[in-house]
């Protein structure tokens, strides 16, 4: 006991920490796509091929990623070039060819963005009505990046939080980052969210979103956090912040010059008798192999804070049994629990990324098979959906008919939770909405419910 009367002061300072040296972050966005060195020697075409690509889509990439994730000798194979490089394939090769001409003709700035926000127009900027539906109010005014789709959960997305340390070319979020400002959804200041949750007790968890609000500085997150420890926020109990900053930007955590206050507004929260849950976004193990992806990892935990993995199922990145196998291992190794295999939605590049259903689901199969118990936590593969979050269970044969079988693991009304439901199987279907009752059914047990719903919200 003695050590700890004598300690220093802040949690931070007790934790042994091997020593690595500062980072500067050094970015690039799709206008500094000449000054990355390590592409330059790929061929002429996918160089233009990432430029047309990049004036649709959001890219980003930053120094660490490519010098210490990439394995360049696998490019263009290499799952994490293909999680952060745009490929061609990316556009409906309609929409290519029209911003490649626009490229080839030396359009000027402004034409290239009206194309840009044109094409962008038709690739679902909002899937799963979240524009229209989640928008909670207090004192009858919208709060803007506030989202309640689920009772015991609220989404908040800090506006100085908008972006990430590299962009990953599958983001359904990709809306937010192409600075189209009426798509945005960043909030509102701390004082709406607290009066917000004051209000809603029956609200447990607040799940801190993005973007990825590890970019912000620690005395934002602070604001925001801090007061939750005052008893009238005793109703939260957990506090998640969903991040891919351990995959992108460990150092975050490290040697950032505010990395030891994060650590130190954990540690606070955790004795102040919160569940701090980090929503770890990764999709390879191949981002788990640094030192300093380790030491973030450890730091983190040191804390008492939990680390939960979770990411789609991506085509090119990931679909893969062995590769989510190697990774839930390694998690489980480091302390991490793997929570969900998500699938990917239908917005943005999905028809370059997107598995049929019953495949991702062949491959969560196969994986787990090959880990222990403790990295069969994860579920999946789960659809976030309309109506909520949907889980492939199965695939089986009941009275000759071939089915998906299927349950809520989150739905907008909890008592479709964990009830098992039944789809006709495809081989080819993506999404929910391209699934059939099965049994001859005309509808799925929640379709008019939901349908209700949608209409009560306007
Ligand atoms: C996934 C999700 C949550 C959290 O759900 P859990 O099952 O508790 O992890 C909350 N809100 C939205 C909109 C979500 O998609
Ligand atoms: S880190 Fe998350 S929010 Fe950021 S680009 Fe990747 S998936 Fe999107």
């Known amino acids: 006991m003695n050590s700890i009367v004598n300690a220093p002061e802040t949690f931070s300072a007790r934790i042994p920490t091997v020593e690595f040296e500062e980072r ?23 160089l233009f091929e990432m430029k047309v690509v990049s004036s649709v889509l959001p890219f980003r990439v930053n120094e660490y990623v490519i010098n210490e994730l990439i394995q360049w000798d696998k490019v263009p194979n290499d799952p994490i070039y293909q999680l952060v490089f745009p490929q061609r394939e990316m556009l409906k090769p309609e929409h290519y060819e029209r911003m490649a001409d626009m490229h080839r003709s030396g359009a000027d700035k402004k034409d290239i963005q009206a194309v840009a926000k044109e094409i962008r127009d038709d690739l679902n900027p909002h899937p799963a009505g979240q524009m229209q539906m989640n928008l909670p109010k207090l004192d009858g005014e919208v709060l803007e990046g506030v989202q309640h789709k689920y009772r015991e959960t609220v989404l908040f997305f800090p506006s100085q939080g908008q972006t990430c340390h590299s962009y990953c070319t599958f983001c359904f979020r990709w809306a937010q980052f192409v600075g189209d400002k009426d798509l945005k959804m960043a909030s509102t200041d ?37 007061p939750l420890l005052e008893p009238e926020f005793d109703h939260i109990q957990t506090i998640r912040i969903g991040t891919k900053a351990l995959t992108f930007w460990p150092y975050r955590f490290v040697t950032d010059k505010d990395a030891d206050e994060l650590i130190d507004l954990f540690a606070r929260l955790v004795e102040g008798g919160k569940h701090v849950a980090i929503m770890a976004h990764y999709n390879h193990w191949q981002e788990i192999t640094t030192d300093i992806a380790e030491e973030a990892i450890r730091r983190i935990r040191a804390t008492g804070a939990e680390i939960r ?5 991506i085509k090119h990145v990931n679909d893969d049994a062995d590769a989510w196998a190697k990774m839930w291992k390694k998690q489980v190794k480091l302390g991490i629990i793997p929570y969900y295999m998500f699938v990917e939605r239908d917005t943005g590049a999905k028809n370059y990324f997107e598995l049929p259903l019953a495949q991702a689901y062949e491959i969560y199969r196969e994986a787990m098979k090959n880990v222990s118990g403790l990295g ?24 000759g008919e071939k089915v998906f079988v299927l349950r809520f693991l989150q739905g907008r009304n909890p ?3 964990q009830r098992p439901f039944f789809a006709k199987y495809s081989d080819t279907a ?14 799925f047990f929640f379709e008019d419910e939901y349908e209700a719903m949608r209409k009560g919200n306007g």
């Open 24 to 46: 500067r972050f050094q970015v690039y966005t799709d206008r500094q796509l000449d000054k990355i060195e390590a592409i330059q020697s790929l061929p002429e075409e996918t």
């Open 190 to 226: 701390a004082e709406k969210l607290h009066g917000y949750l004051r209000n809603h007790t029956e609200v447990t968890d607040l799940l801190v979103t993005g973007g990825d609000p590890m970019v912000m500085k620690t005395k934002n997150l602070v604001q925001y956090l801090e």
């Open 309 to 313: 993995a979770q990411g789609p199922i």
């Open 376 to 399: 069969r936590t994860a579920r999946g593969p789960s659809m976030s959906a309309g109506p909520g979050k949907v889980e492939i269970q199965g695939i089986a044969e009941i009275k």
């Open 415 to 417: 008592d479709w939770v």
């Open 430 to 443: 993506t999404w929910l909405h391209e699934l059939e009752p099965a049994f001859g059914e005309e509808k």
